[in-house]
């Protein structure tokens, strides 16, 4: 209990600061629906030998990649926010008091994750009009494997953070990390014709078996296998993920 | 209130390839009575912020033991969290929050309730003369401001103790005397400080008992009267250039009025005598008798900078 009550604590905490910060409010909306609205024009005709020719096709294949990349950066990129903090005392500060140190990350990537839905949900209602028609139910579970996702990533984003302690440490990190990950998940275009070798390295690409389940939960096959698998690997990742950030704000930081 | 055995802490860092161990506290014994302003006096890099680390259970000891509050520090230091507050050297406030936000959910994560930490902050602005800016975002406070934010948020939740990390680094005075009467207030409602500082004034006129502290180990305690009464007579400081200051010291080490003599690291001399007012005469004809020039001659009462430096060899003025 006290655990939840610390935890909304601090998630009030951060989502203040964030609608107090207009600038992220703008980049965290406009980026994904530039993608939306001029990157998934140009992958028609990329598509097509899939046989995805029509505009709700596209959108079917490219919505769900969209919304994992956006899930997989946007999370990555959190720890800048807690080296300023770091920087400012506020860690410390809190520190000092009783609160619970999994809430001090808990709070903070539940933050992450409700943004990460609410960047989701414009999304998904712009790529309406274009064609793209989805099962609430099917969308609903999409969206918790994002959530998983966004945990993942913001709670290793503030795990390291808290150990290299620099954004100028933090900023080459992250971009080691995102992009195997992001050329190797087929988040932008599906692996299905990769080479064979690079399939079997995609394979062992965790956000690969994410992609492909969104993918499948889009296309309105729940029964695929990739959406259990997707499933049950971001929930075991995401778990890691946790437990291991929350030591880190638990041991000694400066 | 504090009572620590044997407190160590060292550091390890890498530069370059080499990794380097710094002990930045190396044994510290203290105890810190219930109601007393204690003074934490060293000069930078001496350990004071260190040893509040540990008893604030920022970092864990490398050995010793402490009790803090009445709660073993490596036992159960949850227990301690509840019972201290803790207001950090540096700032502690988001830039984009009002003080009285800050103060609202400061109170709230140690789990007092929400009319009550609204209630608490209320009060804390008004002590603190910060209702005029309560709901004005911190980034637009001043230095002085801001550090009263600060120490409100340390006492929020009526601690029994609170380490106050230099309280009045980078006060105008007048906001330093302030801050010095909001210190005693807090003693006469009972709350024990622990104060650092490397000001010798305030480690004078504010603290109730002091321990001075250098390269990680203390190196006197007791009140600032008791210390400064372990030097007995005067202090004469004499004025000299670089160049004079080794053969004036040589002259004046044997004459049999100078109990004791210091060399100062900017040039010349502060000498340690039975009777102020018999040794300028003598010091002078000492000197007037080479070709030393002296610039000044200074008689005083013995400062606390004068016990460091008989403690220590450096004048705390200058390190
Ligand atoms: N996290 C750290 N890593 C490495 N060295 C450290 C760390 N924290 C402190 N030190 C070193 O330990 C020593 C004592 O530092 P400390 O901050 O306790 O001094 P201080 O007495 O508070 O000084 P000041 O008056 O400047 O605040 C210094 O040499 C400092 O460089
Ligand atoms: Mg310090």
New binding site residues.
């Given amino acids: 209990m006290k655990l939840a009550r610390d935890t909304w604590l601090i998630f009030q905490r951060q989502t203040l600061l964030l609608l107090r910060n207009p600038v992220w409010i703008f980049v965290g909306v406009f980026q994904p629906v530039m993608y939306l609205l001029l990157f998934a024009p140009l992958l028609k005709p990329a598509l097509a030998p899939m046989g995805a020719t029509s505009d709700a096709e596209v959108y079917r294949v490219f919505v769900p990649g969209l919304l994992v990349l956006i899930a997989i950066f946007g999370g990555l990129f959190q720890g800048f926010g807690l080296i300023a903090e770091l920087r400012a005392g506020v860690i410390e500060r809190s520190r000092v008091t009783p609160v619970s140190r999994l809430a001090l990350l808990l709070g903070r990537s539940m933050r992450d994750v409700v943004s990460l839905l609410v960047q989701a949900v414009i999304i998904t209602v712009l790529a309406l009009p274009f064609g793209l028609r989805v099962h609430v139910a099917d969308l609903l579970l999409a969206y918790l494997l994002l959530a998983l996702i966004a945990l993942m990533t913001s709670a290793v984003s503030y795990g390291v953070a808290l150990l290299v302690k620099s954004e100028d440490a933090l900023a080459p990190l992250m971009n080691t990390v995102a992009q195997p990950v992001l050329l190797l998940s087929g988040i932008l275009l599906p692996l299905a014709f990769a080479p064979a070798w690079l399939r079997r390295v995609a394979d062992w690409n965790p956000f690969s078996w994410a992609v492909d389940g969104t993918r499948a939960l889009f296309a309105g096959d729940v029964g695929n296998d990739a959406v259990w698998q997707g499933l049950l690997i971001t929930v075991m990742l995401a778990a890691l993920a946790v437990v291991w950030a929350a030591r880190a704000f638990a041991r000694s930081v ?1 | 209130m504090i009572e620590t055995k044997g407190l160590r802490k060292s ?1 390890r ?1 890498r530069q370059g390839r080499e990794t380097k161990t ?1 002990d ?1 506290v190396r044994g510290v014994d203290l105890v810190v009575e219930p109601g007393e302003i204690f003074g934490f006096l ?10 509040l680390r540990m008893l604030a259970t920022l970092i864990a000891p490398d050995g010793g033991e402490a009790t803090v509050a009445g709660a073993d520090l490596r036992k159960d230091p949850a227990e301690v969290r509840r019972r201290i507050g803790y207001v950090a ?1 540096g700032g502690s406030t988001w830039d984009e929050v009002t003080a009285r936000e800050e103060l609202v959910l400061h109170a709230r994560m140690y789990g007092i309730g929400k009319a009550e930490a609204h209630a608490r902050a209320a009060r804390a602005l008004a002590a603190f003369q910060l209702t005029e800016y309560a709901d004005r975002k911190c980034k637009t406070y001043s230095g002085g401001q801001r550090r009263r934010v600060d120490i409100a948020l340390g006492i929020i939740h009526e601690p029994k103790i609170v380490f106050l990390d ?1 309280p009045t680094t980078g006060l105008d005075p007048q906001s330093r005397a302030h801050m010095w009467d909001e210190i005693r207030r807090l003693r006469a409602e009972g709350m024990t400080v622990f104060i ?1 500082t ?1 000001y010798l004034d305030e480690a004078d006129a504010l603290c109730d008992r002091i321990s001075i ?1 250098d390269h990680g180990r203390i190196v006197a305690e007791g009140t600032p009267a008791e210390l400064k009464r372990e030097i007995s007579g005067d202090v004469v400081t004499v004025g000299l250039s670089r160049a004079a200051t080794p053969t004036a010291a040589q002259l004046l080490d044997t004459q049999p009025y100078v109990a004791k003599l210091e060399t100062l690291d900017e040039g010349g001399l502060r000498l340690f005598v039975d009777e102020g007012a018999t040794a300028i005469p003598q010091i002078l004809r000492t000197l007037d008798g080479s070709s030393i020039d002296l610039t000044s001659i200074e008689l005083h009462r013995p400062s606390l900078d004068d016990v460091f430096l008989t403690k220590t060899g450096r004048s705390l003025r200058e390190s």
């Fill in positions: 400066r | 550091f860092s710094v930045a060293g000069p930078n890099g001496a350990g004071k912020t260190t040893t050297q230099e650092t490397h502290m």
